[in-house]
């Protein structure tokens, strides 16, 4: 079928060496399954290495790791298991035959492959917005960088990408950034937030008090100007309604400008084998096995929707790997009656979308606005959760018991104020 590219042959492929790959990619091996991971970066790991500060791993190591600890942790484990895996292996395409008949096509330095397997595990991890993107015009300059090019410019190479600093988006990444620049000595002018509440953690917030860095609501980066580089940046407050007010621009100086706008899950070789997409995580439909749409193709970490900790892509890289066994040893998952989850009053986005109620799960979920003093209930079994305070930025993540879920025909899943 494949004549002029040698074919290998595997239980299970896994997409991608972050967190959630390397997770499934280990948990798979374990389960007994024929394995073999492609990454395209020339080292595993995805965004960790590069990720330098500390908060990972309270979870799923039950201790505090840097990046790279966490990431070198999983890679270990991937040795000592045997697991086969390929880096700078770029993936060109998925190719669905049957249920149980996959190709995966790849090239790497030493040429093309195709790979036959029973199962993939798509855990590819997730894209930065850039500039265009949300509406920042105005010259083509040096000096206009996403978070991540600016991280690994800094925590990899050890380049100093700017002196005088205005970031976008006050989510973690654009937090830890204006802590990074600070702390390398740069001047950070200011982060620019459009909605009219942080986006990141209250730990990461801190830092803009701690640095006295002037943080920005209700106010976005419209345009940028310079000769050869960024020398200005123009700001405009919005409304509550996100639209812009007229006459209250102004001018920021900077030789730098930081592009934090939000992650969004990198999905194309999915949609492109028909997997259906769920428009507000952007990220697949998916049941409770983490198995999207297509039979046999699975999918974890933030190609499934943007998580806020590492260690829920490690648990969902996990489950993921136990989906793809049960789906090989079985022919597939099986017919059942799924229960539907749905989302309530305040609830933007949710997964899995599906349930079996065989199982207990874990429902992940992010509010659309921030509120205090509420309660998260599932009418349909009755169930109520109090919670102090929720956040867009903060996922939120419940068990379900799968006598719950059976007990239901669908569940609706709300926050609402106590």
């Not at 991971?37 to 990972?56: A, K, T, W």
Request: aromatic share 6%; glycine share 10%; hydrophobic share 45%.
């Amino acid at each position: 079928m494949f004549p002029r590219i040698p074919m290998l042959n595997y239980d299970v492929v896994v997409i991608g060496g972050g967190p959630a790959g390397m997770a499934a990619a280990v948990r798979a091996k374990e389960l007994g399954l024929k394995v073999l991971l492609l990454d395209e970066n020339d080292h595993l790991g995805g965004i960790l290495p590069q990720c330098i500060h500390p908060g990972f791993g309270l979870h799923y190591f039950r201790e505090e790791l840097t990046g790279p600890e966490f990431a070198a942790r999983l890679a270990r484990k991937m040795v000592e298991l045997g697991v086969e895996y390929k880096t700078a292996a770029r993936v060109l395409e998925i190719k669905n035959y049957s249920d149980l008949e996959k190709v995966v096509v790849f090239t790497s330095p030493s040429g093309a492959y195709g790979v036959w397997a029973r199962a993939v595990i798509y855990a590819a991890g997730a894209r930065e917005r850039h500039a265009f993107e949300i509406g920042i015009v105005g010259d083509r300059v040096s000096g206009v960088y996403t978070a991540g090019e600016a991280q690994t410019l800094m925590d990899i190479y050890g380049i100093m990408p700017g002196r005088e600093v205005v970031i976008v988006g006050s989510g973690d990444v654009g937090l830890i950034m204006a802590r990074r620049f600070a702390l390398e000595g740069a001047k950070v002018k200011a982060v620019i937030e459009l909605m009219p509440y942080p986006g990141g953690l209250a730990r990461n917030v801190i830092i803009l008090r701690d640095f006295d860095i002037p943080l920005y609501l209700s106010h976005k980066v419209v345009e940028v100007r310079g000769r050869g580089r960024v020398e200005r940046v123009k700001v405009v407050k919005v409304d509550e309604n996100l639209n812009e007010i007229p006459g209250s621009e102004f001018w920021i100086e900077a030789d730098t400008l930081i592009i934090s706008a939000g992650l969004v899950p990198n999905v194309k070789k999915l949609t492109a084998i028909g997997v259906e997409i769920d428009p507000s995580t952007g990220g697949p439909v998916v049941n409770d096995r983490l198995e999207t749409s297509v039979p046999g193709i699975f999918v974890a970490g933030n190609a499934l929707l943007i998580n806020d900790l590492v260690d829920y892509v490690a648990e969902q890289g996990e489950l993921a790997a136990e989906g793809a066994r049960e789906f090989i040893e079985n022919g597939g998952i099986g017919s059942r009656k799924w229960v539907k989850v749905e989302k309530g009053e305040n609830v933007r986005l949710l997964a899995p979308h599906y349930l079996s109620g065989d199982r207990d799960v874990y429902l992940y979920l992010r509010v659309a606005r921030p509120m205090e003093d509420v309660e998260l209930r599932i009418p349909e079994i009755g169930k109520k959760m109090k919670l102090p305070v929720v956040k867009p930025a903060e996922m939120l993540r419940v068990k379900l018991k799968a006598e719950e879920i059976r007990k239901a025909e669908k569940l609706t899943v709300e926050v609402v104020r106590v």
